[in-house]
C-alpha cells in the first residue's frame, strides 16, 4: 500500500473550489439563520399566544425533522406539488430553515435569562416595542449566545456534507469524486477532514475572541 498525496496536489483546485463552496453555502445560511432567527424571536417573547403558538410550533416541526430528510423533501418532495428549485437554492433553503429554528429557540433561551430588572429598567426610560428589544434585549442576548451560536456554524459547516447528495460540489463531493476517479479514499478523504477541522478550528477562535471582548465589557 502506499499513500498518493501527489494525487491530492494535482487536484488542489478542485478541494480549494469545495472549500469556497463550502464557506460561502455555510456563511450565507448562517447570516440568513440569523436574521430570521431574530424575526422569530419577536413573536416567541410577544404577549399574543396566537403569535407565539404559531412561531414555537414551527422551531418544534424544523427540529424534530433530520436535516438529510429536510434536503430530500426540498429537492425531491416539493416537485410534486409543482415547486422545483435548483440544488444551490435547495442548499441554502435547507439550510436556512433548519437552523433559523434552533437560532430561535437559542436567542429565546437567552432572553429568559436575562435580569427582568434590566427590561424594567429600560421601560422606565421609555423604550417601548421594537425600541426595547433593539436598544436593550438584543445586544445583550446576541453577545451572551455567541458561543451556542458559535457551535450551531460549526453544526452547519458539519451538515453540508450531506449537501453532497443533492450535487453540491462542497468539500465531500470534492473528496468522493477524487476517491472514486483515481481509488485514494484515505488520501482525499484525510484532506477533507483537516480541512473541516480547520474550518471549525476558525470559528471556534472567533468565538474566543468575542468571548474575551464580552469579558471586559462585563467589567
Not at 447570516?31 to 424571536?41: K, P, R, V, W
Not at 473541516?196 to 465589557?217: A, D, G, N
Request: aromatic fraction near 14%.
Amino acid at each position: 500500500m502506499s499513500i498518493q498525496f501527489n494525487v491530492i496536489f494535482d487536484n488542489l483546485p478542485r478541494f480549494l473550489e469545495g472549500l469556497w463552496n463550502t464557506i460561502w453555502l455555510c456563511t450565507a445560511g448562517m447570516a440568513l439563520s440569523l436574521l430570521l432567527g431574530i424575526l422569530l424571536l419577536i413573536p416567541l417573547i410577544s404577549h399574543s399566544q396566537i403569535a407565539r403558538t404559531s412561531v414555537q410550533s414551527f422551531v418544534d416541526a424544523a427540529r424534530a425533522v433530520p436535516f438529510l430528510m429536510l434536503a430530500y423533501v426540498i429537492y425531491y418532495g416539493l416537485p410534486s406539488l409543482g415547486i422545483t428549485l435548483d440544488n444551490w437554492t435547495t442548499a441554502v433553503v435547507t439550510i436556512v430553515v433548519y437552523n433559523t429554528a434552533y437560532i430561535a429557540e437559542i436567542l429565546r433561551s437567552a432572553w429568559a435569562s436575562l435580569p427582568f430588572g434590566q427590561i424594567e429598567a429600560g421601560r422606565a426610560y421609555g423604550f417601548t416595542g421594537w425600541q426595547l428589544i433593539r436598544r436593550i434585549i438584543l445586544p445583550q442576548i446576541l453577545l451572551f449566545s455567541v458561543p451556542v451560536l458559535g457551535n450551531q456554524f460549526i453544526q452547519i459547516i458539519k451538515d453540508s456534507a450531506f449537501l453532497s447528495i443533492i450535487t453540491i460540489q462542497e468539500l465531500t463531493f470534492v473528496a468522493r469524486s477524487i476517491q472514486s476517479t483515481y481509488y485514494v479514499p484515505f488520501e482525499s478523504f484525510f484532506v477533507a477532514a483537516v480541512l473541516y477541522w480547520l474550518l471549525c478550528l476558525t470559528v471556534e477562535l472567533c468565538v474566543s475572541k468575542v468571548e474575551t471582548f464580552r469579558s471586559i465589557y462585563a467589567r
